[in-house]
Structures are given as C-alpha cells and as structure tokens.
C-alpha cells in the first residue's frame, strides 16, 4: 500500500475511533452500555441518524447544530474525533503501515479516553483500564514491541508500585489520596511500556501533575485528577521513553552514550 494511502487509512480509523471514544467517555462513567440505546441528542433525546453520525463531517453539514431540536452541539465530538485521528496518522508515520503502529494507536486512545473520563468525571472505567491492560498483554507477542514477559512484569509492577502510593497516601493524609482506578490504569500501562516504562511514567506524570494541578488543589482542596497527568506520561514514554531514558542515564547518572 503506498505510504499515502497508509496514513490516510490511519486517520480515517482514527476517526472511526474518535468517534466511539465520545460514546465511551459519556457513558461508561455512568454505567451504561456503549451499544443500547443507539446515540440520541442529549438534549431533546430524538435518535440519531447514520447520516448525522459521520465524525466531524456531519458536524460541520448540520451547521453544529442537533437536527431535531437545533440546540448546539458541544464541540468536545469533533474534537476528539479530530485529535484521535491525528494520533493513528502520527503512529502510521512513525511506524509505518506496520501492526506496532496499530498497538502505539490503541494505546494512545484508550490513554485519551482515560485522561477525558478521569478530568470529566474524576473516574478511570474498568473498560479503559481492564479492557486496556487485555489489550496490552494481546498485543506483547507481536513483534516490534516488548516481551511477553516484560509486558506481565510492567503490568505487576505497575500495579504494585501504585497501590503502594496509594496505601501511603491514604496512611499519611488519613483520607483516600489515590483512585483504585489509577492503580489498574498504572497495569494497563505497563502491560503496554514494561517496567521500565512504568518508572518514567510514574515520575512524569508527578512532575505533570506537581506542577500543573498541584498549585490548584492546594488552593481548592480537590483531588488531582491524577490519571491525566499519568496519560500524559505514558504517551510521552510511548513515544521517547528511549530517548529520555538514554538522557537520563547519561547526564544525570554519567554514564557513557
């Protein structure tokens, strides 16, 4: 298939993609089947139809607008499905029209969803993380990516090393400091980036979140939504985890490149 034809392939599944990420991330939270009822407006609840249903395109024909009721559509479909396909087409250019540019792409998305659900909803589903974590250890025998055996270790020590922070946290502060959702999100990914992987991620997305949300929830008294922060470094570890790892052992430990 020629590389053109590749990545637009990519991005059309990735908006296939987008488009079931917004079903999942308003309904999962809530318990509800992502396959009955079929998608209705949220507002004047009349189905919607195939045709109404195209990502983005059909956004843009019906003017934003739902056509039963003519209330605004919020902006968060298009955009997900936009940014979802930017994430398969950026795989297929990394990877080529390969099966590790499918794994990077699944994972990406299911660490979208995780990020949308969790600053939405302060909630991390079991089908992300679960589902996900299924999907990690599926895709490990395939070539290009790590071991069997360092996708189960990743996923144990991810597990382990999070449920240990968050014993602590809750020992420390006499209060839940940490999700269980964040500790079976942490499996997932390290089913997908191993052990090492599970590391950097961990120490990313503190940093992230120190940083970004640290200063708000000392002023507001919520809990950080750790899981975007968590996303955001599991996707940085996707795609430079070599290379920020080769950095840290050479200019931080001093070791020969």
């Given at each position: 298939m020629p590389e053109i034809w590749g990545l637009v392939l990519a991005a059309l599944l990735g908006l296939a993609v987008g488009s079931f990420l917004n079903v999942c991330v308003m309904r999962w939270p809530e318990d509800e089947s992502v396959l009955s009822p079929p998608s209705r407006c949220p507002r004047c609840q009349a189905r919607i139809a195939w045709y109404d249903n195209v990502p983005i395109l059909s956004y843009l024909l019906l003017q934003r607008r739902c056509r039963a009721c003519r209330e605004p559509i919020s902006m968060q479909y298009p955009l997900v499905e936009a940014a979802t396909a930017l994430l398969w087409a950026a795989a297929a250019v990394r990877h080529g029209v390969e099966?590790?540019?499918?794994?990077?792409?699944?994972?990406?998305?299911?660490?979208?969803?995780?990020?949308?659900?969790?600053?939405?909803?302060?909630?991390?589903?079991?089908?992300?993380?679960?589902?996900?974590?299924?999907?990690?250890?599926?895709?490990?025998?395939?070539?290009?990516?790590?071991?069997?055996?360092?996708?189960?270790?990743?996923?144990?020590?991810?597990?382990?090393?999070?449920?240990?922070?968050?014993?602590?946290?809750?020992?420390?502060?006499?209060?839940?400091?940490?999700?269980?959702?964040?500790?079976?999100m942490m499996a997932m990914v390290g089913a997908f980036v191993g052990p090492a992987g599970v590391l950097l991620t961990v120490f990313l997305g503190a940093l992230l979140g120190a940083f970004i949300f640290g200063p708000i929830s000392l002023k507001t008294g919520k809990l950080v939504p750790f899981g975007i922060f968590l996303a955001v470094g599991a996707a940085l570890v996707q795609g430079w985890g070599d290379v920020l790892l080769a950095w840290y052992a050479t200019t931080i430990l001093g070791r020969p490149g």
């Open positions: 099966l590790e540019a499918l794994r990077t792409a699944v994972f990406l998305s299911v660490l979208f969803g995780i990020a949308l659900t969790d600053a939405r909803f302060y909630i991390i589903p079991n089908q992300f993380s679960v589902g996900g974590l299924a999907l990690g250890l599926a895709f490990a025998p395939a070539p290009g990516g790590i071991t069997a055996l360092q996708a189960v270790a990743g996923a144990a020590l991810g597990f382990a090393l999070l449920w240990a922070v968050a014993r602590l946290g809750k020992l420390a502060f006499r209060k839940e400091a940490m999700g269980l959702g964040d500790v079976k």
